[in-house]
């Protein structure tokens, strides 16, 4: 959904997912640069259930 960066948050993710007509939306602050889409993917795995 969108991308973003601020001082206090530092980088951000906001994603969205649904399967089944259950959909979730995850905000990941503050994540590392490198870590930021995987720990968004794992986060709505999970609040889907879905095994990461």
Do not use: F
């Not at 993710?13 to 979730?24: D, I, K, P, T, W």
């Not at 503050?30 to 995987?38: A, Q």
């Amino acid at each position: 959904m969108k991308t973003g960066y601020t001082n206090a948050a530092g980088r951000c993710l906001v994603s969205s997912a649904g399967v089944n007509g259950r959909h979730v939306i995850v905000v990941v602050l503050g994540c590392h640069p490198s870590r930021i889409w995987t720990e968004s993917e794992n986060l709505i795995r999970w609040a889907l259930g879905y095994a990461v």
